[in-house]
């Protein structure tokens, strides 16, 4: 590590994001004896959700405290952490140049840009701020929680039906609401109802708590559909505004021919179309829960050592010829 011109630091690597792929790619990076920064805006996605799931040895983490582990390891190791919202990188002399948004610049050989997604949510009064609690998506992360009890599906999609018969695997009492969502074809009624899912049509208007709790949700016409757990599609969009700036574009994401959502296209090791950036996470793949960010940071960690040690040899092997 350097001391440059305006107190900027040159790295090996700067880490945008301090989730799991961001930390996870910093203790690599770390354990490989590479000057690392974790840059951290401390908005993690799950920041909501009470528990960690399908995490091996770690279920039941609240994400706060797996958090703090990883960053707890990524300094014992020699990494540095620091608060800080990258609003742009450049590249200059071989090297990124990160603009912060408050505070002096940081220069780095290498970046791995970690920095998740956005949960867009339907615009149903009260949904948000249930999210990540009892308004769910992901039945592999919440399914078991919420197992046995009363389930609605809103459905803004296409895609609702499928998604009613996969949290059926949890529940036998589940309902799917049409809020936004075409009704079902006469096939998708009968994969339905042989499962036992009621389908209710009309708009929600919004939900309703007892105690504290979600007890049900409030149709437009004043129905109301008792249910304990409410599973909506958001759309996933990438937070990939730093990498626009080096020229990195997220592009759209389709399920089943529907758009979901965006992301950043990458090799499987993380490597984006410009050299020296990689990426890893919810940024990339939209699908990954904290355990596969995780492996995917470890991942492109490995490579991005793997770069620099080749570097370094060139170097050497040019120093050690001299001049001529």
């Not at 079902?184 to 939900?207: D, F, H, I, N, S």
């Amino acid at each position: 590590m350097a001391a440059h011109a305006r107190d900027e630091r040159q790295y090996d690597v700067v880490v945008i994001g301090g989730g799991a792929a961001g930390l996870s790619g910093a203790l690599t990076l770390a354990r490989a004896r590479r000057s690392v920064l974790v840059l951290d805006d401390g908005r993690p996605r799950n920041a909501t959700a009470e528990r960690t799931h399908n995490f091996l040895s770690r279920d039941g983490t609240p994400p706060a405290e797996l958090l703090a582990a990883g960053r707890a390891e990524v300094t014992a190791h020699g990494g540095e952490i620091a608060p800080g919202v990258a609003v742009a990188a450049e590249r200059r002399a071989g090297c990124f140049r990160v603009s912060l948004e408050s505070g002096p610049p940081v220069t780095a050989r290498r970046l791995l840009v970690a920095t998740g997604l956005v949960d867009e949510l339907p615009d149903v009064p009260g949904l948000a701020e249930r999210w990540g609690r009892d308004v769910l998506h992901c039945p592999y992360c919440h399914g078991w929680e919420v197992r046995d009890r009363a389930i609605g599906v809103l459905a803004t999609g296409p895609l609702a039906a499928r998604q009613a018969l996969m949290w059926r695997q949890w529940s036998a009492d589940v309902t799917l609401l049409l809020h936004l969502s075409p009704e079902p074809g006469a096939e998708e009624y009968e994969r339905l109802a042989a499962r036992g899912v009621c389908v209710v049509p009309g708009p929600a208007a919004g939900l309703e708590a007892v105690d504290g709790r979600l007890a049900g949700v409030r149709l437009a016409d004043g129905r109301r559909v008792p249910c304990q757990a409410l599973v909506v599609e958001p759309r996933f969009t990438a937070r990939a505004g730093v990498l626009a700036s080096l020229g990195v574009a997220a592009e759209e994401e389709r399920s089943a021919g529907e758009v979901v959502g965006s992301s950043v296209p990458a090799a499987p090791s993380g490597a984006t179309d410009v050299p020296g950036v990689w990426v890893a996470g919810n940024v990339t793949s939209l699908s990954d829960q904290v355990i596969g960010a995780a492996a995917a940071g470890v991942q492109a960690a490995q490579e991005i050592n793997s770069d620099l040690v080749d570097e370094d040899t060139r170097q050497a092997v040019a120093a050690r010829r001299g001049p001529g």
